[in-house]
Structures are given as structure tokens and as C-alpha cells.
């Protein structure tokens, strides 16, 4: 059987008008298999589609697939900038914070759901359904991923927001990303929860009990309002501050959620 491989996708994105990469981890046996679930898997404010080997989330994912613990799946790493996952600009720009730190601006969510997902849809061999398309992120990754699924339904049926940066009222820092507080509405993961009607959703909520952002109270408040929506919601505090060390000791845990039977129900 074929051992797991890690390949480049490079799009010429039209939203962004610029190139755009991504990783993508192929199982073992994909070459042998019909279909697999794939995982989208996104960075924080200073990554890039390099978390899929910062985290070493290959050679975990190989690990429980070895040992049977999870189901194959594609793990998809896109890059998208320091930008929220949002529609902030119509066109790409780089505009700087109050610390000097570079803020992309331009049509990134459009560049997710329209141009990531059908090419990796086109180039593997993916279950092209919102069953078999999961999301999961950490810090501004896992708020991209919260408010992707809550705003798509009809594309994932799984997410994970790990130490998620829910803003319970949006910093100075990252009031560059929206043109006004209603567009800052519109993407916050807690006010679509309160208002979306799709309950079909496994979510997967974590942040450390030191994190400096203090993200536990954002995932606390939402995973309040899931579960009384009926939605299939857990939240876990662990040990830990907002970093890569934190993420790194949990990725065991994120791949058996992804990876776990009570995700493959609805196929």
C-alpha cells in the first residue's frame, strides 16, 4: 500500500487576484481508495499553509490511521493570509494594525468557498458533499473556520474552533478587517449562532486554561447557545496558553474528532 504524501496546490485566485498555496495531506491508500473525507484546516494570524508540518498534523494523522483509531481523510492547508477568512475589501490590499503587523484585505471568503474547495473537489478524490467536508482552524484560523461552516452550511457538516479568536466586543487591532461594526456582526461566530436555523453540525470548541485572549469565554458562550439550538456541540478547557505548544499537544485530540465514527453518520 502506498505510504501518506504531502502535495502543493498553487491557485491563481480570482478574488485575490494574486497566487494563493496550499498543502494537501493524502492518506495512505489513497491511491488505492474511491473517496475520502477532507478536513480544511486553517492557520492563525502569522501562519501559513505550513501549520499542516508545524504541527507535525501529518505524522499524527498517519499515526491513527495506521493504528485504525480514525478514518483516512485529506487534510487540506490553505494559506489565507492574515485576513479573518472574510470578505473585507473588493480588492487585495495590505493595510498595517496599530502594532505595524500586515492586514490583508480582499475577498478571502469568497476565495475559500468558491475557488479552495472546487479545486481541491477537481484534483482529488474527495467526497464532494457537506458530509464528508469538514473545517477546524486555531486562534483567527478557528474563527475563520466557526463562521465558514455557520455561513455555508450547505458545504461542511463538521468544525472545529481551536482557541478560536471570539472577540465579545472587536479590538482596536482588528477593526481593519471590517469597514463598519455590521460587517464585524456578519462574520461573529456567536451572533450567527443565535440566528442560524441549521442544526445539522458536530462542533468542536477548545482553548487553553491560560490563554491569553482569554478565547474560553467566547467558547463558552457559544457552545451555550449550540447546545440549546440541539446542536451536536462539545467545548473542552485544557492546560495551556494561546500558542503553538498548546495547539501541537491537542492534535491528537482535533483528529480523532474529525476523524471519530459520530462524524460519518449522516453519509
Not at 473517496?35 to 498534523?57: A, V
Not at 484585505?105 to 458530509?131: A, C, H, M, S, W
Not at 481551536?162 to 471590517?178: G, N, R, S, T, V
Request: aromatic letters at 10%; one cysteine or more.
Amino acid at each position: 500500500m502506498d505510504k501518506s504524501r504531502i502535495e502543493k496546490v498553487v491557485i491563481q485566485s480570482k478574488s485575490l487576484n494574486k497566487e494563493m498555496n496550499s498543502l494537501v495531506y493524502l492518506p495512505c491508500g489513497y491511491d488505492e481508495g474511491e473517496s475520502f473525507s477532507t478536513l480544511y484546516f486553517l492557520h492563525g494570524r502569522s501562519g501559513d499553509e505550513n501549520i499542516l508540518t508545524g504541527i507535525d498534523m501529518h505524522i499524527v494523522a498517519d499515526k491513527l490511521i495506521e493504528a485504525k483509531e480514525i478514518a483516512p481523510m485529506i487534510i487540506v492547508c490553505p494559506n489565507i493570509d492574515n485576513s479573518r477568512g472574510v470578505n473585507s475589501s473588493p480588492d487585495y490590499k495590505e493595510v498595517k494594525d496599530p502594532f505595524g503587523r500586515i492586514i490583508n484585505l480582499g475577498l478571502y471568503e469568497d476565495y475559500l468557498i468558491k475557488e479552495v474547495v472546487p479545486e481541491i473537489d477537481k484534483q482529488f478524490k474527495t467526497i464532494q458533499n457537506r458530509n464528508g467536508r469538514y473545517i477546524g482552524g486555531v486562534s483567527a484560523g478557528g474563527y475563520t473556520a466557526l463562521h465558514q461552516v455557520f455561513r455555508h452550511p450547505d458545504m461542511f457538516s463538521t468544525v472545529g474552533g481551536h482557541m478560536p479568536a471570539i472577540e465579545l466586543q472587536l479590538e482596536e487591532e482588528d477593526k481593519a478587517y471590517f469597514q463598519n461594526y455590521g460587517d464585524w456582526e456578519k462574520y461573529d461566530p456567536i451572533k450567527i449562532a443565535r440566528e442560524m436555523e441549521c442544526t445539522d453540525f458536530n462542533v468542536y470548541l477548545d482553548a487553553g486554561n491560560q490563554d491569553e485572549g482569554g478565547f474560553y469565554q467566547g467558547c463558552s458562550i457559544l457552545n451555550k447557545i449550540l447546545k440549546e439550538k440541539g446542536i451536536e456541540s462539545q467545548n473542552h478547557i485544557f492546560e495551556g496558553h494561546h500558542s503553538v505548544e498548546y495547539i501541537k499537544s491537542n492534535t491528537e485530540k482535533y483528529l480523532r474528532f474529525y476523524g471519530s465514527p459520530h462524524v460519518h453518520l449522516h453519509e
